[in-house]
């Protein structure tokens, strides 16, 4: 009778680990920090090539041989272009262009271009890195070639565009892309293409639009190259996935044998050694299924793209042994150290290492992606070269004769990105990096023998998150947790300043690359309250030295702390003075609740915290027009969830100063803030809602912002206005969720799990949530979480794989709170 429990709990922990989630709109493999984070964008691991978080090619491909019948099961076989007109990166070339409409039939061959201007590609508002400055809007380029040999496989088009491009050849188009690439991209062209092309002279056409921001102009012509001529590779019948907190697992049938591969980033927030460790493990256990034995090996092949920025970018390679370790190392020749800022940035300097253990008796080898795959075909594992453009790094697993009974080997996959961010002029090292632990070999050896550990204590968090989850808010809402955990955290770099503070600095992912936004931190904030409000702090830290050190010389928070990854000062151009200061106050709040209500935090901070309230006191309750958080919906004057925000910063003001003993001023603005929510109900009234804009009755929005009235109990708003708010959205929700407010369809993902944590009850709770899981399960964007999507179709409107995900948690930490 005494074993029973034991074996309930027991059989209940592992069908909640089987429980969890087994569907995304991309799936999370390498999940470190914005750098170092890689994905599948298919459901099937073998469908597609693996990409950063960007959507940059960044390969990682997978095959398994038994007894001697080669299957793919991750990623595909490497493509290769021969050049059929150089861009100029490869060969500087000159075009007629024109910036004013040039009529009809302007890109025919015989079209006369005399009077255009001449000019050399590429095409920027870059003067530095363009060579003829671009700064209109519209450019109409033509560009005459000759070509000798039509003996072409397949014809791409390679272009770099910013913004939409059109592309014709002689007369014919052939392309039209829209939005920014970032940088050369092939692209396939239809049959028709091809038969446009001529011997002789030829003409490449391109009208671009520059819709906003930067501006680029570049393209060419390849040659797809035919497969490598080796034995036809099987695919591998993927059976399952399953995602859950710190691993994404995969099954698969390879013939004879069955295969489950499983990718762990273990990102363990109680444990901040581990947590920023870049060491990624690939695990793979294989079995066989027909009752015999089989000669099995597994061939892992990691594109130098991880280590690089763009395609062009030469890089050297290097094979060594450790004592316990075989490793394969590969970084770009150049090593430009925190030369590059942005959004659509990889980085391209540090190394990327491939580690596996000597006792795994591997084989590693160094080759093009052409020939890898051929070579392991051959049982070759000689490096065909070290250094260039097109580089894999290859390791060749043997498992010798598996039978019934499962064989598990692992791989390594890590990251030393030396100078990981810029914090005001100081190049920082990583948090890893101790007297212990200084250098990538001495990581990779610790993460070996750490494994098994380290697999135990990931089990144990993946379990108990989702039980948590599922307990707290449903299973539709535990696995939006489930994808949400690992892109939160991959999101920051953890370093530490100069003084030793811990900083936890975000990028503000496929928006405009700022680093430690406050206003991403804000929504971030929940997951990391609960489960380690030291990174919490992280996130502040860097703010705060901002405006005390006199650097942002402002009585209100500052946006940013720059362009990631140079931490060096706020670069974006306009603040969000009521936003920032708001969610400053609110969320060290919650660090103080977080710690046991002990108010050392904030204390440590109370100057600028004062003047911080002090200006939302006179500014917030009826705020002028200026930016917040939703700000892609454009400036509004008179924001109701703004002005909220406000009082609920003064309020959290009032709280903090009682905790720390100053009864005098925490009535004073406790009075103050009480007297906002009377005024703000009376300007926002609407009937049966509060409305968008004060005295506007005929708009609405999301009021996500008092929840935190509701979760630091603050008891500034009466449970009148959640009710009457939260009956009021259930009449406007759409298939994929509640409008963000009455002026578009679209929405926030993350201020609806807030929103719908306004209820009180789990039916309105879930009635809000769930059309949100139901928008990751079918959204046809296939892109690491977006967290701004159209509520009518599920279609991404913008962002994605940012931090903000983290602010599902909410639902959670509510229920933690309160059950205490």
Not at 212 to 228: M, R, V, Y
Not at 504 to 511: A, I, R
Not at 667 to 688: F, I, R, S
């Amino acid at each position: 009778m005494k074993r029973f429990p034991l074996i309930v709990c027991m059989a209940f922990s592992g069908l909640m680990a089987r429980a969890q989630a087994t569907k995304a709109p991309a799936y999370p493999l390498i999940t470190h920090n914005p750098y170092f984070s890689i994905w599948s964008f298919s459901d099937d691991l073998n469908q597609s090539t693996t990409h950063h978080w960007t959507g940059k090619d960044q390969s990682l491909l997978g095959l398994i041989k038994v007894d001697g019948t080669v299957y793919r099961f991750m990623g595909k076989e490497a493509v290769e272009y021969k050049t059929v007109l150089a861009a100029a990166n490869e060969t500087p070339y000159n075009v007629k262009f024109t910036e004013i409409d040039p009529g009809k039939n302007w890109s025919d061959e015989k079209f006369d271009d005399s009077s255009w201007k001449t000019g050399a590609a590429p095409f920027s508002d870059d003067k530095a890195a363009g060579k003829t400055v671009w700064t209109s809007r519209d450019i109409w380029v033509r560009r005459t070639f000759t070509i000798n040999d039509l003996n072409i496989n397949k014809l791409a088009l390679r272009l770099h565009h910013d913004d939409e491009a059109e592309v014709y050849l002689n007369g014919e188009k052939i392309s039209e892309q829209g939005g920014a690439n970032g940088d050369l991209q092939y692209f396939s062209l239809p049959e028709a293409a091809m038969g446009k092309l001529k011997k002789g002279e030829n003409v490449l056409a391109l009208h671009c639009t520059n819709t906003g921001g930067g501006a680029w102009l570049d393209a060419g012509l390849a040659d797809e190259l035919k497969p490598t001529d080796h034995a036809a590779v099987e695919l591998a019948k993927q059976t399952s996935v399953t995602l859950n907190a710190t691993q994404t697992v995969y099954n698969f049938k390879c013939g004879k044998a069955d295969l489950q591969l499983t990718f762990t980033s273990p990102l363990l927030m109680s444990d901040l050694s581990i947590l920023s460790r870049p060491v990624s493990y690939i695990s793979y256990k294989v079995k066989s299924n027909d009752g015999k034995s089989h000669d099995v090996k597994v061939f892992f092949s990691a594109s130098t793209d991880v280590a690089r920025n763009t395609p062009d970018q030469a890089i050297t390679t290097k094979q060594y042994n450790t004592s316990t370790l075989s490793i394969l190392k590969a970084g770009t020749v150049a090593q430009p150290i925190l030369q590059k800022k942005g959004d659509d940035v990889r980085i391209d300097w540090g190394y990327m290492y491939v580690a596996v253990p000597k006792t795994t008796k591997a084989s590693q080898f160094v080759s093009t992606a052409k020939e890898s795959v051929e070579l392991f075909f051959n049982g070759s594992s000689k490096s065909t070269g070290t250094e260039g453009n097109n580089l894999v790094l290859n390791t060749v697993i043997p498992f010798g004769n598996v039978g019934q009974t499962a064989v598990e080997k692992f791989v390594e996959l890590g990251y030393d990105d030396i100078n990981p961010v810029q914090y005001f002029h100081t190049n920082l090292k990583p948090w890893w990096q101790t007297a212990q632990l200084q250098t990538m070999d001495q990581l990779l050896a610790k993460a070996v023998v750490d494994y098994p550990s380290i697999l135990k204590k990931c089990t144990v968090f993946n379990t108990s998150m989702y039980k948590d989850a599922l307990n707290a808010g449903g299973t539709d809402y535990a696995k939006l947790c489930v994808l949400a955990y690992r892109q939160s955290i991959a999101a920051h770099a953890l370093v530490k300043s100069p003084k030793g503070e811990t900083l936890f600095l975000s990028k503000e992912n496929f928006s405009n690359g700022s680093i430690n936004t406050v206003d991403v931190t804000y929504p971030s904030a929940p997951l990391f309250l609960l489960y380690n409000p030291e990174l919490m702090e992280g996130m502040l830290n860097g703010i705060f030295y901002f405006s005390e050190s006199g650097k942002f010389a402002h009585d209100f928070a500052a946006h940013d702390l720059g362009t990631y990854p140079l931490a060096n000062g706020q670069t974006y151009g306009e603040g969000m003075p009521v936003e920032e200061s708001g969610n400053m106050l609110a969320l060290t709040a919650a660090i103080v609740r977080a710690n046991g209500n002990n108010p050392a935090y904030a204390k440590k901070h109370w100057e600028i915290l004062t003047k911080w309230t002090n200006y939302l006191a006179k500014e917030g309750l009826d705020p002028a027009n200026q930016l917040c958080t939703d700000d892609f919906a454009g400036h509004l004057a008179r924001n109701a969830n703004l002005s909220a925000k406000a009082i609920v910063g003064v309020g959290c003001y009032a709280h903090l100063a009682e905790l720390m003993g100053q009864k005098d001023v925490a009535a004073k603005y406790k009075a103050m803030a009480k007297e906002m929510v009377t005024k703000w109900m009376q300007m926002a009234d609407a009937g049966d809602h509060y409305s968008l804009v004060f005295d506007k009755k005929d708009t609405w929005s999301q009021k996500y912002n008092i929840i935190w009235d509701k979760i630091l109990g603050l008891n500034l708003f009466p449970q009148s206005v959640y009710d009457r708010e939260v009956k009021f959205y259930l009449t406007k929700q759409k298939e994929y969720g509640l409008p963000l407010d009455s002026r578009k369809t679209y929405t926030k993902s993350d201020w609806i799990m807030w929103t719908a944590t306004l209820a009180n009850n789990k039916a309105d709770f879930e009635a809000l949530a769930n059309p949100v899981y139901k928008y990751a399960m079918e959204t046809p964007t296939r892109v690491p979480l977006s967290d701004w999507h159209e509520t009518t179709n599920g279609k991404q409107v913008g962002f994605q794989a940012r931090s903000v995900v983290g602010g599902y948690f909410i639902k959670l930490l509510q229920q933690k709170w309160s059950a205490k």
